[in-house]
């Protein structure tokens, strides 16, 4: 099996982001795995580890997002490939053509593996377009996968608890959510053994993509704008939610 | 005039979902241009009056020749990509639910077109949209070119208004064909009839404090006394087991913004605010007076929830 992970490197969900000029924001805040990508990962190694094969890990983004492939490559994951950006913001369309180009040009994937969406740009799309690209069927907030002979049943969180079975054949593409799995930590044998993987660097200008042909394109970037402090409510349990159904109903106009 | 398309969703037993509204409202625009409401596996006839209403012109049943859309979204989406060229239709929007979004993102990987999914606001005359970048910690806007265009929004983010005409009810027979390599095998309906958090107008929440899964039944006591409204956990109530993942409310669970937000024993970490701060109004019940979230709420109760919930889920039985 060669299964591939697309991952990115995002700011880490504890950090505030604070906007700079038109549509950037200061990097210099910590940086981590996306979230739902960590899922993508473990799930493409306990497949691995079952199969046989090699997981490689690709990534579209500046050169700091090195350190988020390496913390892959600390828990297991074989080699990795860096489109380098000088952007976080590209165009999922563009992201999703420079992840395929790169793949192509590396191998023949039996399973592709992404997270179900970024939380920075949160464009929920590549596992989509990378499927059309690759010509492969595509299911995305999986939350169970289970490996057949030649084919590979998922269930599908669709909302209110509630989730749909589905069968698709291989190769196939899988956007991973929180619960499909227990992602492991890296030991200190991993992180040593991931210095030495094999990560290449390829600029996305070498691929071949026109960069100004983006279909989307952020245009301005503000902080969504911070309540102040509110009422305190005071008295007994009773009396505080008295007062609050009253409030609630007559001045906040919500019930 | 250009045409623009409506993804119509619907519920269970057939009836067009009220989410939806706001969608064709954002459509619509300014007007003067030809609103499709496109319906798959859907009845025109049951849907009509009600999207009508808001502006669908002409309601398009699209179903296939010999294929069964119902259990395939890879079908669901080439068939709608086929409704869309033959209707010449250059813009599409639909709800980024939990369905919508899938089909929504199907449809512009075979389309090759932009797509903006959970947008919160929508200028037709400038081709622009805003949606959340960082869950709620910050604003985007973002501006679509191309021929085709795609784009998703959040329930409940765009009020809807009505704007009646007389829809006529048409059909599309769509030649796609069922490649076998994918299918929907069952439906797993989840334990107890929820609301959907994404989709919901009144979320209650409970923090790690709440203790145990049990303990979640004062939470949905409370919900049911506050009308339609869903029942959310923090990450950390999530973590330590006492809820589901997928009621998980932050930046790495579900992000919402309905007209009320009541969460309990949850003490606002960064995550889970960026999750729910775009609320409309937050209310926040906990024992420690210094919690953070009350620096950033609209009304603060403090209190042990096992106190205050019940007694808030009284105060709302005796008031109705």
New interface residues.
Partial sequence: MQIYVCIKHV?D?????N?VGE?G?DESVKFVMN??DEYAVEEAIQIRKKAGGEVIIVSVGKEAATKTIRSALAVGADRGILVKTDTQ?L???LTAQALTKVIEQDGSPDMIFTGKQS???????I???L??AFDM?????V?ALSMGDGNV?V?R?????????????LP?VVGA???LNEPRYANMVGIMKAKKKKLDQIDIADLGLDINA???????????P????????QGS??E???E??????NE?K?? | MANIGVLIETSDNNEVKKTNFGVITAARGEGGNEIFGLLINGSGLTCKDAVQEYGIGKLVEISADGANLSSNP?LQAKALAEAMKHFEINALFGLS???G??IL??T???L???????CVGVNLAED?VT????????????????EC?ICGIRPNAIEAKAGPCEAEVMSFQADVQDS????????????????????AD?IITGGRPIGSEENFKILHDCAEA??EAAVGASRMAVDSGFA?????V????K?VSP??YIACGVSG???HF?GM??S?????INKDPDAPI???????????MF??VP??T???KS?N
């Fill in positions: 700011p969900t504890a950090v505030n982001i906007v549509c924001f979230p739902y913001f165009d999922s369309s939380v920075d740009s949160e464009g929920m799309q596992p989509y377009r499927a059309a069927p595509v299911v995305s907030d939350a049943t269930e969180e669709i909302g209110s608890g509630s989730r749909e079975v589905i069968e698709m054949t196939c959510i929180k619960g983006a279909g989307t394109k952020l245009t301005e970037l503000k902080p969504f911070e309540r102040g402090k509110g009422k305190i409510l349990p009773q505080m939610a008295e609050l159904t009253q409030l609630l109903k906040a919500v019930l | 890879e639910s939990m369905q979004k899938d993102a199907r512009a990987a075979i090759n077109a932009p797509l903006t999914l959970d622009t949606k959340f970048h960082f869950a709620g910690k910050t604003f985007a806007t973002i501006k679509l070119t191309g265009r076998g390599r994918m299918k929907v095998k069952e439906l797993k309906k989840g334990a107890s009839e929820r609301v959907e958090l994404t989709e009144i506050l009308g589901p993942h997928d009621m998980q932050g930046q790495t669970g992000t007209k009320l970490a960064i995550q960026a701060k775009t409309k109004v937050i209310v926040a009350f620096a950033k709420c609209d009304y603060g109760l403090v209190g042990d106190e205050v007694a808030l009284q105060a709302l008031d």
